[in-house]
């Protein structure tokens, strides 16, 4: 079970010295030797974790999945100089290898790896597995361009190849290869995980053109949906239950990704910390789910949900750098079934993301946490409308809190009506205090208090929770939450239809690779509609690189134009409908890796601009 994973912007991070206290807690900075890598791997222990940075070469590195052991694999740039990824591993112990160490001028990348470390991803473009530290291509259909994306106990791999210039989703089962069907015809697909029972999860392209999440059960797929009002959902990972996990994304522009679970096809919402938007990335078999979701104040910071509640991991990580603020941006990109939690993180005095890794310690370390998380079940609301907040109180430690205690007090413009505690007791009206009595580690309590709105405007209710044990992180124990009340308006005439939008992508294809010099080297650019609507004015462009003579240029549709800048004006192109413009140049000179790169764009607003760009990378020989 393993989760897409896909890079992150990098950020400046703040300095932070060795062997300081952090919150009562003894952080302690091991040098390793001089190898080229990281100049030190950071270890503590907090809230019942022991947090761990892992060495790696000072360039960036993303780890992608971890298997039951906790070894590590993810892809980090090479010494070549060029930013070229290679895939590469961290042992059960935290020690870092390359992959790829002789032949690191390749692209490759390791996305997923079973019990037995072996591990899946690509080289070249071309799915392969590694063994021992062999390679192998996956082979059958799935020999191309693509990646194998997990691998299961069983040896079934997963992943998508290019098959007729589109994604396609494949399962290699007892050495074979298979494709996946897709959604109502479509071969349009992503496998992106598998579990023990041969279930896969991925995404398809539905019929209405957008893109949503699916399970695989025998290679029959279903279409798992989205979250009301969403256009697109994408399944990043399956745990042995069958439950899936990944986004649903909303049809506004810029979209709003939130992350969500399916349980027996069933989507729900796993919250928020505060903010909008968040990726679910990987579920263990516990159910136990992290990723990445936004706070109030728009930070990106990784999440642990269990139980129903999302909690933020950043408190965990702020031994690591002088301000919670800098170092807790990041994301958690995996979780296996003992627990342990594999992501990113930026650290003081780095320029590149960090890889973390955090240890659950149950038995060993004992702690208190409370946490408290507001909720209401409406967020806008008219003058002398009812509605209910619900407030849970967590205790996030293994220890039992006594004499906790809950007080919120309710903006002017909320009247309450009633206040029921799941224990203890609440009285007040206008500050309302509610006495629960103990809370045993791991457990909750809620409080549902219901509300009139007697005046209009935006008000934001606060929350907070006390006990008498000390508590060894404080920054979870207020929540607050906004709701908009409406004075009463007569009706308003419908509001006027949506503008349409039309989701363009464009994939560039090279023939031959390798090229020679002076002998023809063809660029075939596809450019598809994937909908809902008409794309208006679509228009390609290719700046050729400078060791590029043009000899033609071709299109199924409209006319380009240009020599070292190539505009092609393609006119309207229909949902579902794909243009063709072909590129033929001469190389002038060779090139380890010759770049050309192509964009797409239209009149037509365009919901995901993600796959408006795309580049072939090609050897030019003698």
Known sequence: MKPLFRRALHHYSSYRTAGAFVSGLLLSVNLLPSTGQAVAATSYIANGYLVELLPAPVTSHIPIAMNANGVIVGEGDGNSGEGIENAVIWNADGSYTNLT????DFYSSARGINAAGVVVGHFENNPVRWINGQRSLIGGVAMG????????????VVGQVQSNGLPRAFIQQAGVAYFLDGLNGDTYSYAYAINELSQVSGSARAGSGTTHAVIWNNGVPTDLGTLPGDASSYGLDINDAGDVVGHSMSASYPAIRTPVIWQDGVISSLGSLGGTGGIAKSINNHGQVVGYAYTATGVQHPFLWQNGVMTDLAP?????????????????VAINDAGQIVGTTYVAGTFYAQVYRLTPLAGSTDYFDLGVSLTADADVLSV???????ITVSNLGNITGSGISVVDTLPNGLTLISAVASQGSCSGLLSVSCELGNLVGADTATITLTVQAVSAG???NSVSVAALETEINQSNNAASHSVEVQAVQ???????????ESDLEVNLTDSPDPARVGETLTYTARVINKGPGLAVNVELLDELPAILELVSVSSSQGSCSGSAVIRCQLGDVAVNETVVVEIRTIPTETKKRLRNTVSVQSSTPDPDTDNNNDK???RVRK
Do not use: H, R, W
Request: hydrophobic fraction near 30%.
């Open 145 to 156: 361009f693509g990646s194998a994306y997990d691998i299961n106990d069983k040896d079934e």
């Open 458 to 460: 935006v008000l934001n």
């Open 384 to 390: 002398g409308e009812q509605f209910s907040y619900t």
């Open 101 to 104: 160490a002789n032949e690191q």
């Open 616 to 618: 072939s990378k090609t």
């Open 490 to 500: 007569p009706p308003s005439p419908p509001p006027p239809a949506p503008a349409q």
């Open 316 to 332: 965990l990580l702020q031994g690591l750098c002088a301000e919670l603020a800098t170092c807790g941006k990041g994301m958690a």
